[in-house]
T-cell receptor, first 111, second 110 residues
């Protein structure tokens, strides 16, 4: 099992560009999450999903959109990137009442 | 009050020491509790779940006090490899969103 994988691992964008981050899990987990981590801020929840076709807002959803068209995939979109979105993005998945498993992260820089 | 609060540290201890981390949470409806460790520039990894009766995994012991809304992690006989940031995680109300504390940094020296 690959666990949780994230694509891409690194990306540099210019302000105003758009991109999609892909998260895939092969553990048949119901729940999936997107976090961002900034120095001194800890992990902050952007959006999450409790099942295929469902999404919900987390602590810092503004500027991001998500989709969960397939149970194993959770996409995070930035429609118009801003320098404030420079961060490390982590995806995670889990079963109900269990802990989360994280992907290796995507390091995004917005110039 | 922040949803999940931890002492940021750093905790600097010698090998073999016992160290304890504390975490408080604000929502009394929270039901799931976890401790994670995160190494520099790596993804967080699940260390252990925290149960109401307390639980132990080798040198690690976790405790939950629902009345005080308080979670603890005790590490005995610290190893150099225990150096990391330890994150307290609590679910948000009765839903499935998990909220992380900012973490406590531990440095174990020889």
């Amino acid at each position: 099992n690959a666990g949780v994988t994230q694509t891409p691992k690194f990306r540099v964008l210019k302000t105003g560009q758009s991109m999609t981050l892909l998260c895939a899990q092969d553990m048949n987990h119901e729940y999936m999450y997107w976090y961002r981590q900034d120095p001194g801020m800890g992990l902050r929840l952007i959006h999450y999903s409790v099942g295929e076709g469902t999404t919900a807002k987390g602590e810092v959803p503004d500027g991001y959109n998500v989709s969960r068209l397939k149970k194993q995939n959770f996409l995070l979109g930035l429609e118009s990137a801003a320098p404030s979105q420079t961060s490390v993005y982590f995806c995670a998945s889990r079963r109900q009442k269990s802990g989360q498993f994280f992907g290796p992260g995507t390091r995004l820089t917005v110039l | 009050r922040k949803e999940v609060e931890q002492d940021p540290g750093p905790f600097n201890v010698p090998e073999g020491a016992t160290v304890a981390f504390n975490c408080t949470y604000s929502n009394s409806a929270s039901q799931s509790f976890f401790w994670y460790r995160q190494d520099c520039r790596k993804e967080p990894k699940l260390l252990m779940s925290v149960y109401s009766s307390g639980n132990e995994d080798g040198r690690f012991t976790a405790q939950l006090n629902r009345a005080s809304q308080y979670i603890s992690l005790l590490i005995r006989d610290s190893k150099l490899s225990d150096s990391a940031t330890y994150l307290c995680v609590v679910n948000k109300e009765a839903g499935t969103a998990l909220i992380f504390g900012k973490g406590t940094t531990l440095s174990v020296s020889s």
